[in-house]
């Protein structure tokens, strides 16, 4: 615990002091556990939103009709919510929610088994779904039964295939089989434009675009979001110069150059027009 940043560890001091548990979850706890500085902090808490605002002197409500509010330390944010359930998604978020009593009953919400692990303030790692194994194991697996997760979001298939793609981790082979095979049958329509753009924009700052690329093509979740691209997978270029067809030469080159988006995004579409 002597390791997190002062701001993680007063949080974790204010909840014990008030007798309210707060742990670290999600992304953090993952990237922790793979030796990779978290970018971001946040808690899964015992505590109701509004009680929040009594612990700490900047709080900010920035989704506190999902349990969420912001703590800034230091300068630094951190994101707390509230233990709960969701219900009745609608594709792309819960239509309501529930608080609960219990980090177990929160961590079930989440997507997949790397990103439902917590940490308490001893520093021990609460598991619940063998997340440190899928990790050992380089797994993407979906916490649960995977329709339902997908259902409640479809923008974690694309989540899913970023991780691989971030990671070098692989999708878990009964999930892929699921889920993944059948997502050219899904309706992607209610995911904004923005939200899988962020995503893809991960995918290309990867260490390994190409990961990425080619399970949004297997997947047919590529043609949705940008059909431009399909016309490249098989197109032969019939000169001796080219070993590979457009797509995967595409690939190669997107996997050597460097690692900022704009030139990721004219590696992507230097050969479309063909």
Do not use: W
């Not at 390791?3 to 992304?27: C, I, M």
């Not at 359930?85 to 009953?105: A, C, L, M």
């Not at 790692?125 to 697996?141: A, M, P, Q």
């Amino acid at each position: 615990m002597s390791d997190l940043p002062n701001g993680v560890q007063t949080v974790f001091e204010v909840f014990s002091r008030n007798h309210q548990k707060a742990y670290l979850v999600g992304g953090a706890v993952r990237d922790l556990l793979l030796r990779i500085t978290p970018q971001d902090y946040d808690f899964a808490i015992s505590a109701k939103p509004q009680e929040v605002f009594a612990f700490f002197e900047k709080v900010i409500p920035t989704g506190i009709e999902y349990g969420t509010v912001t703590v800034v330390l230091e300068g630094n944010a951190y994101e707390l919510t509230t233990f709960r359930k969701d219900h009745d998604s609608d594709g792309r978020r819960p239509k309501t929610v529930s608080f609960s009593n219990s980090i177990e009953e929160d961590l079930k919400r989440r997507d997949f088994t790397i990103n439902a692990l917590a940490i308490d303030d001893s520093g021990q790692v609460l598991d619940c779904f063998n997340g440190e194994e899928d990790l050992r194991n380089k797994c993407i697996r979906f916490v649960g039964n995977p329709t339902e997760r997908v259902l409640e979001d479809k923008l974690r298939l694309i989540r899913g295939i970023r991780f691989c793609a971030v990671y070098g981790f692989e999708i878990y082979q009964e999930d892929y089989n699921t889920v993944y095979i059948n997502a050219d049958q899904l309706d992607f329509s209610k995911i904004a434009v923005e939200r899988f753009r962020a995503e893809f924009d991960k995918i290309l700052l990867s260490p390994r675009p190409s990961i990425g690329l080619k399970l949004l093509e297997q997947t047919h979740i590529m043609d949705f979001f940008i059909p431009e691209l399909r016309s490249m997978v098989g197109f032969d270029q019939l000169t001796p110069h080219h070993y590979a067809d457009v797509f995967h030469h595409v690939l190669d080159v997107l996997d050597s150059v460097p690692a900022e988006l704009t030139i990721r995004l004219a590696a992507l579409f230097h050969h479309v027009a063909k």
